[in-house]
T-cell receptor, first 114, second 114 residues
Framework: NAGVMQNPRHLVRRRGQEARLRCSPMKGHSHVYWYRQLPEEGLKFMVYLQKENIIDESGMPKERFSAEFPKEGPSILRIQQVVRGDSAAYFC????????????FGDGTRLSIL | ELKVEQNPLFLSMQEGKNYTIYCNYSTTSDRLYWYRQDPGKSLESLFVLLSNGAVKQEGRLMASLDTKARLSTLHITAAVHDLSATYFCAVDGNSGGSNYKLTFGKGTLLTVNP
Protein backbone atom coordinates (compact mmCIF):
# COMPACT_ATOMS: atom_id res chain seq x y z
CA ASN A 1 0.00 0.00 0.00
CA ALA A 2 1.70 3.16 -1.21
CA GLY A 3 -0.79 5.53 0.41
CA VAL A 4 -0.52 7.65 3.55
CA MET A 5 -0.33 5.33 6.55
CA GLN A 6 -1.56 6.37 9.96
CA ASN A 7 -1.53 4.38 13.18
CA PRO A 8 -3.16 3.56 15.36
CA ARG A 9 -6.60 3.78 13.78
CA HIS A 10 -8.23 4.06 17.16
CA LEU A 11 -6.64 5.25 20.38
CA VAL A 12 -8.23 5.44 23.80
CA ARG A 13 -6.58 7.40 26.57
CA ARG A 14 -7.54 8.50 30.04
CA ARG A 15 -7.37 12.13 31.00
CA GLY A 16 -3.82 13.15 31.83
CA GLN A 17 -2.15 10.48 29.68
CA GLU A 18 -0.11 11.06 26.56
CA ALA A 19 -1.24 10.27 23.03
CA ARG A 20 1.16 9.62 20.15
CA LEU A 21 -0.15 9.53 16.61
CA ARG A 22 2.01 8.38 13.73
CA CYS A 23 1.95 9.17 10.05
CA SER A 24 4.04 7.82 7.19
CA PRO A 25 3.57 9.87 4.01
CA MET A 26 3.20 8.53 0.54
CA LYS A 27 6.41 7.30 -1.00
CA GLY A 28 8.38 10.22 -2.34
CA HIS A 29 6.42 12.84 -0.40
CA SER A 30 8.40 14.90 2.07
CA HIS A 31 5.64 17.31 3.14
CA VAL A 32 3.21 16.33 5.86
CA TYR A 33 0.16 18.14 7.22
CA TRP A 34 -1.86 17.31 10.31
CA TYR A 35 -5.53 18.22 10.54
CA ARG A 36 -8.06 17.73 13.31
CA GLN A 37 -11.73 16.96 12.73
CA LEU A 38 -14.17 17.53 15.53
CA PRO A 39 -17.63 15.92 15.35
CA GLU A 40 -19.94 17.55 12.82
CA GLU A 41 -17.19 19.86 11.58
CA GLY A 42 -14.74 20.12 8.76
CA LEU A 43 -11.04 19.62 9.12
CA LYS A 44 -8.88 22.26 10.77
CA PHE A 45 -5.23 22.70 9.91
CA MET A 46 -2.82 22.08 12.77
CA VAL A 47 0.75 21.87 11.52
CA TYR A 48 2.84 21.57 8.37
CA LEU A 49 6.17 19.80 8.43
CA GLN A 50 8.96 18.86 6.13
CA LYS A 51 11.68 16.42 7.06
CA GLU A 52 13.32 17.75 10.25
CA ASN A 53 11.53 21.11 10.00
CA ILE A 54 8.30 22.59 11.26
CA ILE A 55 7.18 24.99 8.56
CA ASP A 56 3.88 26.25 9.95
CA GLU A 57 2.40 25.40 13.34
CA SER A 58 -0.12 28.22 13.43
CA GLY A 59 -3.02 25.80 13.96
CA MET A 60 -1.50 23.96 16.89
CA PRO A 61 -2.65 24.71 20.43
CA LYS A 62 0.16 26.44 22.25
CA GLU A 63 0.29 23.95 25.08
CA ARG A 64 0.42 20.15 25.25
CA PHE A 65 0.65 19.62 21.49
CA SER A 66 3.83 19.02 19.55
CA ALA A 67 4.79 17.53 16.20
CA GLU A 68 7.91 16.26 14.56
CA PHE A 69 8.99 14.69 11.30
CA PRO A 70 12.44 13.19 11.77
CA LYS A 71 14.89 12.39 9.05
CA GLU A 72 14.08 8.72 9.48
CA GLY A 73 10.71 7.36 10.44
CA PRO A 74 7.15 8.64 10.54
CA SER A 75 5.82 12.01 11.56
CA ILE A 76 4.56 12.06 15.14
CA LEU A 77 1.81 14.20 16.62
CA ARG A 78 2.12 14.16 20.38
CA ILE A 79 -0.52 15.30 22.83
CA GLN A 80 0.48 15.48 26.45
CA GLN A 81 -1.90 15.41 29.41
CA VAL A 82 -4.91 14.78 27.23
CA VAL A 83 -8.29 16.27 28.11
CA ARG A 84 -11.79 15.35 26.95
CA GLY A 85 -11.77 18.15 24.40
CA ASP A 86 -8.91 16.45 22.56
CA SER A 87 -11.30 13.71 21.43
CA ALA A 88 -11.39 13.98 17.65
CA ALA A 89 -10.25 12.38 14.44
CA TYR A 90 -6.72 13.37 13.50
CA PHE A 91 -5.80 13.15 9.85
CA CYS A 92 -2.43 13.29 8.24
CA UNK A 93 -1.97 14.30 4.62
CA UNK A 94 1.07 14.28 2.42
CA UNK A 95 1.90 16.35 -0.59
CA UNK A 96 4.45 16.53 -3.38
CA UNK A 97 5.38 20.18 -3.58
CA UNK A 98 5.55 21.77 -6.98
CA UNK A 99 2.94 19.55 -8.55
CA UNK A 100 -0.66 20.80 -8.75
CA UNK A 101 -2.37 17.88 -7.03
CA UNK A 102 -4.51 17.31 -3.99
CA UNK A 103 -3.16 16.42 -0.63
CA UNK A 104 -3.49 12.68 -0.02
CA PHE A 105 -5.07 11.79 3.29
CA GLY A 106 -4.52 8.83 5.57
CA ASP A 107 -7.35 6.95 7.22
CA GLY A 108 -7.02 9.00 10.39
CA THR A 109 -6.63 8.22 14.08
CA ARG A 110 -9.80 8.39 16.16
CA LEU A 111 -8.75 9.56 19.60
CA SER A 112 -11.14 9.02 22.47
CA ILE A 113 -10.48 10.41 25.94
CA LEU A 114 -12.15 8.71 28.87
CA GLU B 1 -8.18 34.92 7.81
CA LEU B 2 -9.42 32.74 4.98
CA LYS B 3 -13.01 31.58 5.39
CA VAL B 4 -14.74 28.87 3.40
CA GLU B 5 -18.50 28.54 3.53
CA GLN B 6 -20.52 25.70 2.10
CA ASN B 7 -24.23 25.47 1.65
CA PRO B 8 -26.36 23.70 2.22
CA LEU B 9 -24.89 21.85 5.20
CA PHE B 10 -27.52 19.14 4.94
CA LEU B 11 -29.07 17.91 1.71
CA SER B 12 -31.63 15.17 1.36
CA MET B 13 -32.35 14.19 -2.22
CA GLN B 14 -34.37 11.64 -4.06
CA GLU B 15 -32.69 9.34 -6.49
CA GLY B 16 -32.74 10.69 -9.99
CA LYS B 17 -32.87 14.35 -8.99
CA ASN B 18 -30.30 17.08 -9.62
CA TYR B 19 -28.83 19.47 -7.11
CA THR B 20 -25.92 21.85 -6.53
CA ILE B 21 -23.66 22.40 -3.54
CA TYR B 22 -22.08 25.83 -3.24
CA CYS B 23 -18.71 26.80 -1.84
CA ASN B 24 -17.76 30.44 -1.21
CA TYR B 25 -14.34 31.55 -0.02
CA SER B 26 -13.12 34.87 1.22
CA THR B 27 -9.75 35.56 -0.43
CA THR B 28 -8.01 34.88 -3.69
CA SER B 29 -6.72 31.38 -4.12
CA ASP B 30 -4.94 29.39 -6.78
CA ARG B 31 -6.51 26.07 -6.01
CA LEU B 32 -9.83 24.69 -4.88
CA TYR B 33 -10.46 21.07 -3.96
CA TRP B 34 -13.49 18.89 -3.50
CA TYR B 35 -13.30 15.86 -1.23
CA ARG B 36 -15.73 13.12 -0.31
CA GLN B 37 -15.85 11.50 3.12
CA ASP B 38 -17.85 8.42 4.03
CA PRO B 39 -18.72 7.91 7.73
CA GLY B 40 -15.66 6.92 9.74
CA LYS B 41 -13.44 7.01 6.67
CA SER B 42 -10.74 9.17 5.21
CA LEU B 43 -11.09 11.93 2.63
CA GLU B 44 -11.14 10.94 -1.00
CA SER B 45 -10.07 13.55 -3.51
CA LEU B 46 -12.71 14.24 -6.16
CA PHE B 47 -11.58 17.33 -8.05
CA VAL B 48 -8.79 19.86 -8.18
CA LEU B 49 -9.74 23.18 -9.80
CA LEU B 50 -6.80 25.33 -10.73
CA SER B 51 -8.05 28.29 -12.74
CA ASN B 52 -10.99 30.55 -13.37
CA GLY B 53 -13.63 28.85 -15.43
CA ALA B 54 -12.29 25.38 -14.73
CA VAL B 55 -14.88 22.64 -15.06
CA LYS B 56 -14.29 19.00 -14.26
CA GLN B 57 -16.66 16.06 -14.46
CA GLU B 58 -16.53 12.54 -13.10
CA GLY B 59 -19.60 10.39 -13.47
CA ARG B 60 -22.60 12.15 -11.97
CA LEU B 61 -20.52 14.90 -10.35
CA MET B 62 -19.36 18.10 -12.00
CA ALA B 63 -17.35 20.84 -10.34
CA SER B 64 -16.70 24.37 -11.51
CA LEU B 65 -14.72 27.36 -10.32
CA ASP B 66 -15.33 31.09 -10.66
CA THR B 67 -12.36 32.85 -9.07
CA LYS B 68 -13.82 36.31 -9.64
CA ALA B 69 -16.92 35.45 -7.63
CA ARG B 70 -14.83 33.26 -5.30
CA LEU B 71 -17.36 30.51 -5.83
CA SER B 72 -17.18 26.86 -6.66
CA THR B 73 -20.11 24.57 -7.32
CA LEU B 74 -20.48 20.81 -7.14
CA HIS B 75 -23.39 19.70 -9.30
CA ILE B 76 -24.99 16.31 -8.84
CA THR B 77 -26.87 14.86 -11.78
CA ALA B 78 -29.45 12.09 -11.41
CA ALA B 79 -28.38 11.22 -7.88
CA VAL B 80 -27.98 7.61 -6.82
CA HIS B 81 -27.76 6.16 -3.31
CA ASP B 82 -24.02 5.51 -3.62
CA LEU B 83 -23.43 9.26 -3.67
CA SER B 84 -24.57 9.55 -0.05
CA ALA B 85 -21.58 10.99 1.86
CA THR B 86 -20.22 14.24 3.23
CA TYR B 87 -18.67 16.54 0.64
CA PHE B 88 -16.06 19.10 1.56
CA CYS B 89 -14.60 21.93 -0.41
CA ALA B 90 -11.18 23.20 0.60
CA VAL B 91 -9.09 26.12 -0.48
CA ASP B 92 -5.35 26.59 -0.52
CA GLY B 93 -5.14 30.13 0.72
CA ASN B 94 -1.51 30.83 -0.12
CA SER B 95 -1.81 32.19 -3.61
CA GLY B 96 1.67 32.21 -5.02
CA GLY B 97 3.05 31.09 -1.70
CA SER B 98 4.59 27.87 -0.56
CA ASN B 99 2.49 26.69 2.36
CA TYR B 100 -0.42 24.90 0.65
CA LYS B 101 -2.29 24.32 3.88
CA LEU B 102 -5.98 23.75 3.29
CA THR B 103 -8.92 25.59 4.79
CA PHE B 104 -12.05 23.46 4.71
CA GLY B 105 -15.71 24.25 4.62
CA LYS B 106 -17.91 22.56 7.22
CA GLY B 107 -19.07 19.99 4.72
CA THR B 108 -22.39 19.07 3.12
CA LEU B 109 -23.99 15.87 4.36
CA LEU B 110 -25.74 14.42 1.34
CA THR B 111 -28.37 11.72 1.76
CA VAL B 112 -29.86 10.20 -1.36
CA ASN B 113 -33.13 8.43 -0.73
CA PRO B 114 -34.62 5.75 -2.97
Amino acid sequence: NAGVMQNPRHLVRRRGQEARLRCSPMKGHSHVYWYRQLPEEGLKFMVYLQKENIIDESGMPKERFSAEFPKEGPSILRIQQVVRGDSAAYFCASFLKGVPQPQHFGDGTRLSIL
Amino acid sequence: ELKVEQNPLFLSMQEGKNYTIYCNYSTTSDRLYWYRQDPGKSLESLFVLLSNGAVKQEGRLMASLDTKARLSTLHITAAVHDLSATYFCAVDGNSGGSNYKLTFGKGTLLTVNP
